[in-house]
Structures are given as C-alpha cells and as structure tokens.
C-alpha cells in the first residue's frame, strides 16, 4: 500500500495545534477514533452493502453496466468504497473497460488482505473531499474548524454528500448543492436505520454548517509566512 501524503502539523509553544500542512492537510485519524457518524453516512450514501460484499457489488455493477449499455458508452462504474479505493491508491482515474478490470482485482486484493475496518479507515483518511481537503480529518479542519473527532451528524452528512462530486459540490463554492446533498444522505441513513426519525428531522431543520473560511486568520498567516 503506497504512503499516505505527508503532513506536517504546526503548534504553538504550548502544544496547540495552529495549522496543517502537506496533500493531505491533516493527520490520519482511527476509524473508531472519528465521529461515528462519518463512516455511517459514507456507506449510506456510496456503498450500503459495504460489510455484506467480497470488494465488489453485483448489483451495484450491473446496474451501471446498463447504464453504459444504453448510453453508448462507458461513463458509469458502480464502485464499491473498496474499488473506490483501490482506484485512489494504484490507478489513473481513466474510464475505460481495462482499467475497470483492473480496478476489481485490485479491490479484490485488498479485501483479501485488509479488513473491512482497515479498508474503510483507509479510504475516509485519502478520499478527496474538495477544498484541497484530502482526509476526514483535513475536510473537518477546511469546513467546520474542528476535528473528524468532534463532527456532528449534519456535517458528517455534508461530507459524505461532497464524495459524489467534490468540487462542485462544495459548500464553499455552492452551499445550497452541498446542502441538499446532505440532505439525501439523511434519508439514506434513516433508511438505513442508523438514525431515527426524530434525529432525521432534527439534523434536516439544522441551520446550515457555516464553513470555515480557507486558511484564514492569523494563525495560518503565521504558518504560511
């Protein structure tokens, strides 16, 4: 497995943590070490049958080889969160039919060697979030001001709403996209019965996160300078 990018942390005399820097922008964080509510809304939203399937989705595969079928060409791929990963750590992002085979051995390889916990861990600390944000805890630190460990349900929604489309769903860039994503993934996850009603219409009438300014304030003036 390559690396994960480099990050370098800054602190202050007494320890505190003022910025980060480096491709990733923040520091690896343990699965059980983030909030719960990120893994949760990541399999709601890209891949629900994550902990039932063997690296691939039959169904999930299917469907999108359809969709190629009728469109005419190959622009669809069902990726599984493993496949996803696979694609990140070994491949060029090109849509074709051999890279797509070789995708799905590679995602194969990985659930052969790696754990489920080890396989999702290592996605939500790589995965682009947009923003330059590469990381769970890099994409708190960019939108919220705070760490993968302190994210409420409706910023987790947002995040695993931007894995779609990173940069265009953005909330720095276009906040009601962002929102109304998130929103879909509410509904996911109460469908899939890791949230309740009652959280469901609560974290759906939250006013929206106000996202972090980029690299703003005098702290990172200090660490950029």
């Known amino acids: 497995i390559p690396d994960r990018a480099p990050n370098i942390r800054i602190v202050s005399v007494d320890g505190k943590l003022l910025a980060n820097r480096g491709m990733s922008g923040g520091e690896a964080v343990g699965l059980h070490e983030m909030s719960t509510y990120i893994p949760e809304a990541v399999i709601a939203i890209e891949d629900r049958r994550f902990y039932s399937h063997l690296g691939i989705d039959p169904i999930g595969l299917s469907r999108a080889m359809v969709a190629n079928v009728v469109g005419g060409r190959f622009s669809q791929g069902g990726s599984t969160l493993t496949q996803q990963l696979a694609k990140n750590l070994f491949l060029t992002p090109d849509r074709t039919l051999e890279r797509k085979v070789q995708e799905v051995l590679l995602a194969l390889w990985l659930e052969h060697k790696h754990s489920k916990d080890q396989i999702l861990e290592m ?57 109304r994503r998130s929103q879909l993934v509410l509904a996911a996850m109460r469908d899939e019965g890791k949230i309740s009603p009652k959280e469901l219409t609560t974290a759906m009438s939250a006013p929206a996160s106000r996202v972090a300014s980029y690299w703003t304030g005098s702290e990172n003036y200090v660490a950029d300078a």
């Open 123 to 179: 996605y939500l600390n790589r995965v682009y979030f947009g923003s330059g944000a590469y990381g769970v805890e890099a994409a708190s630190r960019r939108y919220f001001g705070k760490s993968a460990r302190d994210v409420t349900l409706p910023e987790a929604a947002l995040l695993a709403g931007l894995l779609k489309a990173p940069s265009r769903l953005s909330p720095a860039r276009d906040p009601k996209a962002a929102e």
